[in-house]
């Protein structure tokens, strides 16, 4: 057991040391799946050959005494979003029940260069549409604080893993929010790139000017170096960032005296949980210890980011699942009469409720008429929230706000409500909007012992500074070396 709560810097150690092989620590990770798997829902398939191959190279070159990469041998989850050839990736849709990725993502490709062990595929939220992972087609994921509050979405079952310890790693995609949110609910840190570090080839698409892949891990050191890893220009996605990319490492340790940290003063009204707010204002004194100064920044425009992400996200989206239509892949119908019928049955009984409600609202927000009206505004009012934002940077490095305004709801809680389930990521969505990085890190427990996060934001390509502010806060607090009790 405690083999499993250590953080991939010090199983490296643990490894180089042959403490443990690689493989044994594969094979722990799958007992504690076997284990608590039935009580947290967190996989929809294991990739057990894989892992174990990977775990064996790692074995051979340590008895040679060869370079590893940093992250070699330590198990990591996969969101079910993310292709990895050979096995089955199905975005927690029915339509994609049973489709086999042909080829690799990219960054499953940097994973497998790296010598990371994938050790499953995790469940999420229909195309990860949702923020509490009941939107699966398949099952719920748990939170493993408590299994009957939600993880978090959409990527909660790449959180619930490694919460749960059924993983050290995981890796996630984030629209809106879809890696911190979870990451804050089960009391893990989870990181959103800046837009274009990571390379989308191979994820599912959702809304493609605002996904991003990111890590997950139980330290920031951890989450810095996988991000590292997974980083990087790639010819096969247009929109990748082609800049220099500095290794974190040679910053992150650093002190952060005379950092400017801007609270964000939309984000802490009376709508947040009283122990949020105090999580929050507690950070905020860490920092201020931490010889940073600290002040209140206002961003007007920011109460119009939910409404600016439900038209952008769901055109988007109705736009890219266009494409599942019986005919390529996934799922078809049985016996339609016509072609017509065939469409319209595959998509009615493949998608499910959510995402048709996406869809739907999509296609209006595009169809002619209303173009203007809606998808055109909200472009153009995304681009002031974006000035908003640059205008703030200019007089400070890092904003802090809570992840969520509340912790961890019961499951089926907010299910008759999906105005309530939106606003969930009131404080995420913005930084998908402009594109910036941000990152959720554990900062206390509730009254009912449920995990708190709280979320910073730097400017766009800051990536680095962001974890090196995030990795002080962890060096001057311990709420990321707490564990569920399962
Ligand atoms: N909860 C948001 C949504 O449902 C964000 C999802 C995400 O980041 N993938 O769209």
Partial sequence: ???????????????????????????????????????????????????????????????????????????????????????????SSKILENFVSPYDATVSIKLKENLIPVIGKTNLDEFAMGSSNENSAFKKVH?????????????????????????????????????????????????????????????????????????????????????????????????SLNMPLEDPQKTLKNDIKGLKVGVIKELLTDDVDDDVKCAVLNAVKVYEKLGCTVKEVSLPLLKYSIGIYYIVATAEASSNLARYDGVKYGYRTQNPQNLMEMYTKTRKEGFGDEVKRRIMLGTYALSSGYYDAYYKKAQQIRHLVKEDFDRV??????????????????????????????????????????????????????????????????????????????????????????????
Avoid at 71 to 83: E, H, T
Avoid at 168 to 187: M, N, Q
Avoid at 413 to 426: F, W
């Fill in 393 to 486: 940077f200019k007089d400070v490095d890092v904003l802090i706000s809570p992840t969520c305004p509340n912790t961890a709801f019961e499951m089926g809680s907010r299910n008759d409500d999906p105005i309530k389930m939106y606003l969930t990521d009131v404080g995420t969505i913005c930084a998908n909007l402009i594109g910036s990085p941000a990152i959720s890190i554990p900062a206390g427990f509730d009254k009912s012992n449920m995990p708190i996060g709280v979320h910073l934001i730097a400017d766009c390509f800051k990536d680095n500074l962001l974890l090196q502010t995030a990795y002080n806060f962890e060096k001057e607090t311990d709420y990321n070396k707490h564990f569920a009790n399962l």
């Fill in 1 to 91: 057991m405690e083999l499993l709560k250590k953080t991939a810097v010090e199983i490296r150690k643990a490894l180089i040391n042959k403490e443990v092989s690689a493989v044994e620590l594969t094979e722990a990770v799958y007992k504690r799946i076997d284990e608590v798997e039935d009580k947290i829902g967190a996989f929809n398939s294991l990739t057990k050959e894989s892992a174990l191959l990977t775990a064996k190279k790692v074995d051979e070159k340590i008895q040679n005494n060869e370079e590893l990469p940093l992250l070699a041998g330590i198990p990591l989850a996969l969101k079910d979003n993310i292709n990895f050839k050979g096995y089955k990736t199905t975005a």
């Fill in 143 to 239: 939170n493993p604080y408590d299994l009957n509050k939600v993880p978090g979405g959409s990527s909660g079952g790449s959180a619930a893993s490694v919460a749960a310890l059924e993983s050290y790693l995981a890796l996630g995609s984030d629209t809106g929010g879809s890696i911190r949110l979870p990451a804050s609910f089960c009391g893990i840190t989870g990181f959103k790139p800046t837009y274009g570090r990571v390379s989308r080839y191979g994820l599912i698409a959702f809304a493609s000017s605002l996904d991003q892949i990111g890590p997950f891990g139980r330290c920031v050191e951890d989450v810095a170096n996988l991000y590292y890893a997974i980083s990087g220009l790639d010819k096969k996605d247009s929109t």
